[in-house]
């Protein structure tokens, strides 16, 4: 079972940085976000030296209609095109999915937004076909719908996907997003061949915006684990961890050795 740590982790570091610190912390697989790549070949020779995998991938542009956490174009067209990019891309590091968002409807009606969003795939679907590589869709967490998403349950993705006529895209679970909805565990259970990656991350008590380490908060991440794991999962466990811009007690705010360090001990303790 691959243990793996996503960039947006350590988010202050660069991608050098990132690879050879998660790898002497001891992670097998490091979750790539097209934000911090520069030269490619200086990259896959780094990535190849290194011995890690890379899990998943997060497009510069990740969703479909413009949201509003991530900065990037407001037109639709040029979003599905700058994925399409992204995907062609990043299939050259090999990853086990490229995933992406459906954006927020925002001003637009549900109706409008669900369109463009089933063309976008389509389209981003076909580019991933051609490339060779899986594509997953993310359901984000129900309190972020207006900032992110249309779907923020397992049915939800899997009725979008339907509508789309996508049989081969899949599921990129995310459990901060996932583990309070209903019937959670029936439906990665039942789902489990349709998940291209997981996201793994622990829920403060206190309600506080950033994510904690996997066992350290609410969010029972190592149930789900080996419920995915029971019922057939045998991919990687890739932590992402969210802090919090400017503040000294932020995960982020660590340095990069350390923070892998912290999050590779927390994934390894909660692993069954």
Not at 14 to 43: Q, R
Not at 123 to 152: F, M, Y
């Amino acid at each position: 079972m691959r243990l793996s740590l996503s960039e947006i982790s350590t988010v202050g570091a660069s991608f050098a940085e990132d690879v050879d610190a998660y790898a002497a912390a001891g992670f097998d697989g490091i979750g790539v976000w097209e934000m911090k790549l520069g030269d490619d070949d200086a990259n896959l020779d780094a990535i190849n030296d290194s011995g890690l995998r890379v899990t998943n991938c997060v497009p510069v542009v990740p969703s479909i209609l413009p949201n509003a956490v991530i900065e990037g174009p407001e037109d639709v067209e040029e979003r599905i095109l700058a994925i399409c990019a992204s995907v062609r891309r990043l299939v050259r590091f090999q990853p086990d999915c490229i995933l992406c968002l459906t954006g927020p409807a925002g001003e637009r009606d549900e109706t409008e937004a669900r369109e463009l969003v089933v063309e976008g795939l389509q389209r981003i679907a076909a580019a991933a076909a051609d490339a060779g590589v899986r594509l997953g869709l993310e359901p984000i967490h129900e309190s972020q719908r207006d900032q992110l998403t249309l779907i923020t349950t397992v049915p939800e993705t899997l009725e979008l996907l339907e509508e789309a006529g996508l049989p081969g895209v899949g599921i990129m679970v995310d459990l901060w997003h996932l583990w309070d909805t209903p019937h959670i565990e029936r439906y990665l259970v039942e789902n489990v061949d349709r998940i291209t990656g997981v996201h793994v991350a622990d829920w403060y008590a206190d309600g506080r915006s950033e994510r904690a380490l996997p066992g350290q908060g609410i969010a029972r991440p190592e149930e789900l684990m080996e419920a995915l794991v029971g019922a057939g999962w045998a991919g990687g466990w890739d932590v992402e961890i969210f802090g919090e811009s400017g503040n000294a007690e932020s995960f982020w705010s660590l340095p990069v050795r350390e923070a892998a360090r912290r999050a590779y001990d927390a994934i390894a303790a909660v692993v069954k």
